[in-house]
């Protein structure tokens, strides 16, 4: 069984991809796949798709679709700093459990 990849990265974040074809490019995080060390980011890595024809698309032809790049290649973006950094697992500050921050600006996130 493979083990899982440890990532303080959460859906719907937005992040900057740090290396690779699309470099500098933000976007949403819209998947995280831990097992296989992979995130699905909006607007970034798109191919295009062949498409069969089928009721919901009936001409067919080809679309363009968002395609996984690894975890690795992602940081999450902070508003604050306006670039990607590092988080930092923290005390929630309501005692509810963890929280995480920005580890240059101190921003909860």
Known sequence: MKEKI??????????????????????????????????????????????KASNENPKGGITQKEFPIQISNVMFFCDKCKKGVRLQIVASTDNKGKGRKCSKCDKAI
Do not use: F, P, W, Y
Not at 19 to 35: A, E, I
Not at 37 to 46: F, Q, R
């Open 6 to 51: 440890k990532t303080k990265l959460r859906k719907n974040d937005n992040v900057v991809v740090i290396s690779g074809s699309s470099k500098g490019k933000r976007g949403r995080l819209l998947q995280v796949n831990s097992t296989k060390g992979l995130a699905l980011v909006e607007g970034v890595n798109k191919k295009h798709k062949t498409v």
